[in-house]
């Protein structure tokens, strides 16, 4: 079973960045995709930005060109970074690769808010 622990989440005001990381107990690019969720109060979890394989990455509509995910071999981490954030990002953002298995993070909160 693949261990993933977040980090990074906390509360910032509108227009702020934040980055979120996850640290991966297997190899980060071990996995057929990699990505980043979230999950807002009331709304079904959504896909944030992934990566699959060797492609560029995907980004969600409503994060493109703010938003970056990245991985780094030698840290075996994943990571968001988030600029220009507003308040409908707000959510508990959660980290997940897909391989032979799905494993998941148990999840950051990120609160945008003046």
């Known amino acids: 079973q693949v261990r993933l622990v977040e980090s990074g989440g906390g509360l910032v005001q509108p227009g702020a960045s934040l980055t979120l990381s996850c640290t991966s107990s297997?190899?980060?690019?071990?996995?057929?995709?990699v990505g980043w969720y979230r999950q807002a109060p009331g709304k079904k979890r959504e896909m944030v930005a992934q990566?699959?394989?060797?492609?560029?990455?995907e980004y969600a509509d409503n994060v493109q060109g703010r938003f970056t995910i990245s991985r780094s071999a030698t840290q075996n981490t994943m990571t968001l970074q988030m600029n220009s954030l507003k308040p409908e990002d707000t959510a508990v953002y959660f980290c997940?690769?897909?391989?032979?298995?799905?494993?998941w993070g148990q999840g950051t909160q990120v609160t945008v808010s003046s």
């Open positions: 297997a190899p980060i690019f071990g996995f057929d995709s």
């Open positions: 990566i699959i394989k060797f492609r560029m990455p």
């Open positions: 997940g690769v897909k391989g032979a298995t799905e494993s």
